[in-house]
């Protein structure tokens, strides 16, 4: 069964005009969502707020729901320019440190769905399929014809095998990326205050390196232990 898609924008500028006044709708709606919130949200607060009448707005956008579409396009854009920087120094810390680097894509997942979460929370948990950012991040690397995320992050485990615990690779990554997204994702939708705490990050990156490595025991423990 398909997933329910957001409305689309009835059309798109094609002048400079018609695209200044469409920029001005994003603009107020993000403006909106951030200094009053998305309870208040309508299409006459939006049309309000960047100075135009409705019924121009009802040109480009069949309801709120289409413009909030378009600014999470905008915030997606973004995130996936982040993304690509962030590639680059995961890349290099990836060869180096077990445990930095995977504290560094924890810290970029957080972020992201930080980000996402932040302006219109049951906007983005009805559509979220709409708005992956791992199926976009996919996306870029393939047309950079560069490894997908799954490849790339299996390639890093297996560059500190002599740390992990046996056992397939493949299936470890699968495991982590899953763990680590379902996590994520409840704590959005039930708790989303946890994505800004220190203390469930930690958790979160404890709980994954304790399932890669080898147990870490008590140095008094092993000598008690020989």
């Given amino acids: 069964m398909p997933q329910e ?86 890349d290099r810390l990836s060869g180096q440190s077990l445990e930095l680097t995977l504290a560094a894509i924890v810290d970029m997942e957080i972020a992201q769905l930080r980000e996402l ?19 976009r991040i996919d996306e870029l690397a393939c047309s950079l014809d560069n490894p997908s995320w799954e490849a790339w992050f299996s390639r890093f485990l297996g560059c500190h095998r002599h740390r992990l615990r046996p056992g397939d690779i493949e299936l470890r990554s699968l495991f982590v990326r899953k763990t680590l997204r379902a996590n994520l994702r409840w704590a959005a939708l039930e708790q989303p205050d946890l994505l800004g705490s220190g203390e469930f990050r930690e958790e979160l990156l404890s709980m994954l390196l304790a399932y890669l490595q080898y147990p870490q025991y008590p140095q008094q423990g092993r000598q008690a232990a020989d």
Avoid: W
């Avoid at 979460?117 to 199926?135: E, K, S, T, V």
């Fill in 5 to 90: 898609q957001p409305p689309e924008p009835r059309k798109r500028p094609r002048q400079q005009r018609s695209t200044m006044l469409v920029a001005a709708i994003q603009e107020a709606c993000r403006q909106i969502l951030e200094r009053e919130g998305a309870d208040n949200l309508t299409t006459a607060r939006i049309a309000e707020v960047a100075g135009v009448n409705i019924s121009s707005l009802y040109q480009y956008f069949p309801n709120k729901e289409a413009v909030l579409a378009d600014v999470y396009d905008e915030i997606i854009d973004t995130l996936l320019m982040q993304a690509r920087e962030r590639f680059e120094e995961l």
């Fill in 117 to 135: 979460n932040r302006l219109a929370p049951d906007f983005y948990h009805r559509y979220q399929h709409r708005f992956d950012i791992h199926a």
